[in-house]
């Protein structure tokens, strides 16, 4: 006859507009018999048309994010609806004590921010649940976190527990302001305080320098290897006036002058560059034919300087009229091998890339 089991099933409430707050809304299920009798003793069971916006259980709905599902309740064969509308109400995000007192407490309020404003610094995602750091210029008024300040604990600028600044920058291209003992240290009196001109947001070390010498030097390029030296190497590390006072940057000889004197005799030429390079002294290219006139014959450039000039003066040990007067260096040689009133135009029996032949 029916009588004791479900056949209708009544939600309460039927409709319900609920604001987006991450709130709970209770839902109440009755069953009742073909007769209209309550069945006091009928199971629910309870699903949501779409999980992403409500969830619920027992009767209770937990929203997630903005839209519109049905609620129901099944006890046997008969089912039970309701309507769930969450409209978007009042922003998560300004709710976020709800959830986070604790984390407020010890964060924020001994630092002076203001609940009510959480979204000047994070952000929030509905699906899922999750906060991000975004806006330290925002809430500050316009300093910008740049470089390796991003990743720079609160504390490093900030006093614990009250939030204050230790220094007072005019902007975040301000460093000395904050890194003034880091300035002191390293840079004489005088040194300019536009940390951009040689340093970046990323750090001091490494990477960090990144001087145009030759705009702070007022046009002194910083050539092959000496763009890896220290600075101390150039310039007086106290002072940082420069050791030396180069006519331009290819003017070696005035700072290398003790290098030179040490390889070469008195009055070899000082235009390094006939034979070096700035990446290094080794490897010099000495063109011969440039610096002397005289073109060296083949095999000869092989040989070392003081073959035919001497090693204390570099002054040449023979005067050839020209590349095949052989004679005038080789008269020894010749004289071993010849008789006397043989020729001595000794191309006309050799090369240049040896006796032999």
Request: with cysteine.
């Amino acid at each position: 006859d029916g009588a004791g089991i479900p056949a209708l099933v009544v939600l309460t409430p039927a409709q319900v507009v609920h604001p987006f707050s991450l709130d709970t809304v209770r839902f109440t299920a009755e069953a009742f018999d073909v007769l209209g009798d309550p069945v006091a003793d009928a199971e629910f069971t309870w699903t949501s048309s779409d999980p992403d916006v409500a969830t619920v259980a027992a009767g209770l709905a937990a929203t997630l994010r903005a839209g519109r599902v049905e609620i129901q309740a099944r006890a046997g064969d008969a089912i039970g609806r309701a309507e769930l509308s969450v409209s978007p109400g009042t922003a998560l995000e300004n709710e976020c004590m709800r959830c986070h007192t604790a984390a407020n407490d010890y964060r924020h309020v001994a630092w002076g921010f203001d609940a009510a404003v959480c979204t000047l610094c994070h952000v929030m995602d509905a699906v899922p649940h999750t906060e991000k750091v975004n806006a330290h210029e925002t809430a500050s008024g316009g300093f910008a976190l740049l470089g390796a300040h991003v990743a720079a604990a609160c504390t490093a600028c900030h006093t614990p527990g009250r939030g204050t600044v230790a220094a007072d920058p005019a902007g975040n291209d301000d460093c000395v302001a904050c890194h003034l003992a880091d300035y002191e240290a390293v840079h004489p009196d005088g040194w300019p305080t536009d940390c951009a001109l040689c340093h970046s947001p990323e750090g001091w070390a490494g990477g960090g320098g990144n001087i145009d010498h030759e705009q702070a030097s007022g046009g002194f390029r910083l050539l092959g290897v000496h763009a890896t030296l220290s600075c101390a190497a150039c310039h007086d590390p106290d002072t940082f006036a420069p050791l030396w006072d180069p006519a331009s940057d290819q003017d070696c000889i005035t700072c290398h002058q003790a290098d030179y004197e040490a390889q070469h005799p008195a009055g070899w030429p000082t235009n390094c560059t006939l034979c070096h390079t700035t990446s290094g002294w080794a490897g010099a290219t000495f063109d011969h034919a440039q610096a002397s006139g005289f073109t060296l014959p083949s095999d000869h450039d092989a040989l070392v300087c003081t073959a035919c000039h001497d090693a204390a003066t570099f002054a040449p040990l023979f005067s050839p009229t020209s590349t095949t007067d052989c004679y005038a260096c080789h008269q020894a040689t010749y004289e071993a091998q010849h008789p006397a009133g043989w020729p001595t135009n000794c191309v006309a029996c050799h090369q240049t890339t040896g006796w032999a032949m």
